[in-house]
């Protein structure tokens, strides 16, 4: 399904104070321009620190540098929240480097690292029911490098952490990564592996854009 908080003719989210995290168990956007991507997790994070919760956001560089400025000019005190423990910003690229060390894909570390940080995200609200929103984009990573086998393997690690803490997860893929002919089949699996589905502002190109449709139009 998509999510209801509709999205205007910019893609921007509409509506204040923003996406209700609450509703979700684990969404996947895809997107073509990475301001989308911002603005669509900004509004999550915005929404869950103020409704008391947590936010982590593993993220690369580049989008967390993006998301931080966007909370920023939205009024949020994100070193506040960060030193609150409230905040948590994980580079995904680091985080990725680490899973890769031994040339094979090996989450067992990082799956370590993410069970402590909810905790703490979940200990650290002030909710009479905590969950963590988390956005994470170290999926998309794995399939800029054709990885397929991991990505699922990472999805589901997810899947298994959150049958330990509650918490909603938001991923994030380039819909340019499925340009190519062929790719449709991973991103079916990609879609299966969710619960929630929000589909790109535009395809990459007219010729990808029905490919995906067509592909979609069936049952997965």
Same mark, same amino acid.
């Given at each position: 399904?998509?999510?209801p908080?509709d999205?205007d003719n910019?893609?921007?989210p509409?509506?204040?104070?923003g996406?209700?995290?609450?509703?979700y168990?684990?969404?996947v956007?895809?997107?073509?321009?990475?301001q #989308?991507l911002?603005?669509?997790?900004s509004e999550?994070v915005?929404s869950?620190?103020r409704?008391?919760d947590?936010? #982590?956001?593993?993220a690369?560089?580049?989008?967390?540098?993006?998301?931080?400025?966007?909370?920023?000019r939205r009024?949020i005190d994100?070193?506040h929240?960060?030193?609150a423990g409230?905040?948590?910003?994980?580079?995904?690229q680091?985080a990725l480097?680490?899973?890769?060390?031994t040339?094979v894909?090996?989450f067992?570390r990082f799956r370590r690292r #993410?069970?402590?940080i909810?905790?703490?995200?979940n200990?650290?609200?002030?909710?009479?029911h905590?969950?963590a929103?988390?956005?994470?984009?170290l999926?998309?990573?794995l399939?800029e490098?054709?990885?397929?086998e991991a990505?699922?393997?990472?999805?589901?690690?997810?899947?298994?952490l959150?049958l330990?803490?509650?918490f909603?997860l938001?991923?994030?893929?380039?819909?340019?990564?499925?340009?190519?002919a062929?790719?449709e089949? #991973?991103?079916?699996?990609?879609c299966?592996?969710?619960?929630?589905?929000v589909p790109?502002?535009q395809?990459?190109?007219?010729e990808?854009e029905?490919?995906?449709?067509?592909?979609?139009?069936?049952?997965f």
């Amino acid at each position: 399904m998509s999510l209801p908080c509709d999205l205007d003719n910019s893609y921007t989210p509409a509506g204040s104070p923003g996406c209700d995290h609450r509703l979700y168990t684990h969404a996947v956007q895809f997107y073509f321009a990475d301001q #989308v991507l911002v603005r669509f997790t900004s509004e999550f994070v915005i929404s869950a620190l103020r409704a008391g919760d947590s936010a #982590v956001v593993l993220a690369t560089d580049a989008h967390q540098r993006a998301i931080a400025a966007t909370l920023h000019r939205r009024g949020i005190d994100v070193a506040h929240h960060a030193q609150a423990g409230k905040y948590f910003a994980i580079d995904a690229q680091e985080a990725l480097a680490e899973c890769l060390q031994t040339g094979v894909a090996d989450f067992s570390r990082f799956r370590r690292r #993410v069970h402590s940080i909810l905790a703490d995200a979940n200990r650290a609200a002030t909710t009479d029911h905590p969950r963590a929103m988390v956005f994470g984009e170290l999926v998309s990573l794995l399939w800029e490098q054709r990885d397929c086998e991991a990505l699922l393997a990472l999805e589901s690690v997810w899947e298994n952490l959150a049958l330990e803490h509650s918490f909603t997860l938001f991923c994030g893929y380039s819909i340019k990564e499925f340009s190519n002919a062929g790719s449709e089949a #991973v991103f079916l699996k990609v879609c299966a592996a969710h619960a929630t589905i929000v589909p790109p502002e535009q395809y990459p190109t007219a010729e990808s854009e029905r490919r995906i449709l067509a592909a979609t139009a069936r049952p997965f």
